[in-house]
Structure formats: C-alpha cells, structure tokens
DNA sequence: AGATGTCCCTGGAAGC
DNA sequence: TGCTTCCAGGGACATC
C-alpha cells in the first residue's frame, strides 16, 4: 500500500512524539518479512532518538543501532500512550515510555529489523541499491535523463525499480506518467530530453501533492494516529479502467506489466 | 548488468 | 450459500 507519501505521511504523524522515548519492550507476533536480528530485551533502555526516511523504509534512530521498519502492501502504524490489545493483524510493538509504537499489516510482508548502524550488513543490503529522494536536490533532472538511457525497459518499470529514484509505487507511477503525457509501455531509452525533463517535474508535482493530502487510503491505509488520506479521490487514471478520462473524456484503459495493473490514458499519453 | 518471473501472506471480491 | 480463482499498495531473489 504504501509508497513514499503514506511513508513520510506516517513518519510525520508520530516522529516527534516519539523523538526521546525509551524503550520499556519489544513485542513480536507471527514473523513478518524478516526476522527482527536482535533479542528484543536488548533493545530494553534504548532511546529513539528520532525517525528518518528513506525511500519506504522508516528509520528510527536509537542512541544505539536503529530499526528499520517497512510497511509493504497492507502495513500501518500507530503510536499513542496506550493502545487497545492486540487483534490477529498486529506483529510488532515498540512499547516506550512515551507511547506504544505498533505495525498492523495483514498480509506481513511489512518488516521490523534492527541494524547496528547504517553501514550494518543488513542496512546496506535493504538501504544500499537505493536511488535519489525525488523530493530533494538529490533527484536531478539531468542525471536522471541519463539514468532512463541506459535502460531498454518500459517506463513504467524503471520508476517502480527504484534505482533511478525511490518511493515510486503502482500508483504513482501511473499518475505521473500520466502528468507527464507518457505511456508507461515506452522503452525508457527512448525517452526525449524534454519529455524525461517533464516526467521529472511530474513525479515531484504528484508526490507532493499526495503528500499535502495525507497519502492514498486505497483501502485502509491510516497514519500513525489513524488519519485517512485523500489522494485516491483525485487520481487521473490510477483504478479508473474504463471510466472518461478527467482531461480529454475518452476511456482510461488498463494493462498489466511485470504482474501489476498499469493505468493511462491512450489520448492525453503518447507513445 | 539488465530484464523477467517467482514468491512471500492474507483477505476481499468476483465468478460459477 | 459455498467453493474456487484472481487480485491487491512491495521488493528480494533466482535465472537467463
């Protein structure tokens, strides 16, 4: 579910609160993506010192090592001063003196692993290959353009590889494509200047503007104090299949590429 | 090295 | 109603 807005979304929403909490334990319930790497009692005493981001991992800075946590498709987060028990969903808890951190995520491919520092082993096999934070100077516009000529692959494709630039999920690959006036199918390679000049522009315009609106609740995507995103409500083509196109009024069509749904419009994006 | 397919897991919706 | 099949926001890994 969520990709970087919902990521930075749920970041936000408890970083603060949490920055200076010390951990009173740790809870695990059924295993999720993989193992948490430490015995939970030795994470007993430690302070979270602050939570960064980085692509759709969330790191939480303890004053020594840090966790790197992820929600993949249907994980969520909530952090208040208590919490209702645990429901069968429910796979992890950091329980501090400031609150009780939970990840709920029913299909548990989602991730709690801790790393002694970020030049850890496990750090650099999950943070390493990452590309450029689309919405910081990192990402830029040129180098990019150069990045898409090197690859034969669809368009579509490169943006969720995530070596290129991070944080670009199924949904918001098909927006910006479709801001940018580009079908997802066109080899990467083939890309124009001015066209990867404009993709670039569009990943920024549709990330941020996800973000201002709290990130997309496709289905029960809720940040860390249970707020509802509102993204979904204006999606251009992201699950409209079939429905007019909100610019040009002609059919939205739909397509699957590497096993994901790939949504655009045949008239407002061009080959 | 890059491209492609497979798999991890569960729940909900659609099809029969 | 009940069973089966398909699909879902991610991404590591094996294979070619």
């Known amino acids: 579910m969520p990709e970087l807005p919902e990521v930075e979304v749920t970041r936000r929403s408890f970083a603060d609160a949490i920055a200076g909490a010390v951990v009173d334990g740790v809870w695990l319930g059924k295993p999720l993506r993989w193992p948490l790497g430490v015995a939970p009692a030795a ?10 981001r980085r692509g759709k991992y969330l790191l939480l800075d303890l004053d020594d090592g840090l966790l790197l946590l992820h929600l993949g498709m249907s994980g969520s987060l909530q952090f208040a001063p208590s919490l209702p028990p645990v429901g069968p969903h429910d796979h992890f808890e950091l329980r501090t003196d400031r609150g009780v951190l939970r990840l709920h995520d029913p299909r548990r491919f989602g991730a709690a692993v801790y790393a002694a520092g970020e030049q850890d082993a496990v750090a650099r096999k999950l943070l390493g290959g990452l590309g450029p934070e689309p919405l910081t100077e990192a990402f830029d516009p040129f180098v990019f353009h150069a990045g898409l000529r090197q690859r034969r692959a669809a368009i579509k494709q490169v943006l969720l590889a995530g070596d290129l630039v991070v944080g670009v999920g199924n949904i918001y690959a098909s927006e910006s494509l479709f801001l940018a006036g580009i079908r997802p199918t066109v080899r990467a390679d083939r890309i124009s200047r001015p066209r990867a000049l404009r993709l670039h522009g569009a990943i920024r315009t549709v990330l941020s503007r996800a973000l201002a609106v709290g990130g997309s609740t496709l289905k029960d995507f809720s940040n860390a104090q249970g707020q509802s995103g509102y993204f979904q409500l204006e999606t251009m083509v992201y ?33």
């Open 43 to 52: 994470l007993v005493g430690r302070r979270v010192q602050g939570v960064r």
């Open 239 to 271: 699950d409209r299949a079939g429905q007019p196109c909100r610019v040009c009024g002609a059919p939205i069509k739909a397509l699957r590429q590497g096993q994901r749904s790939t949504f655009y419009c045949p008239v407002c994006q061009k080959p």
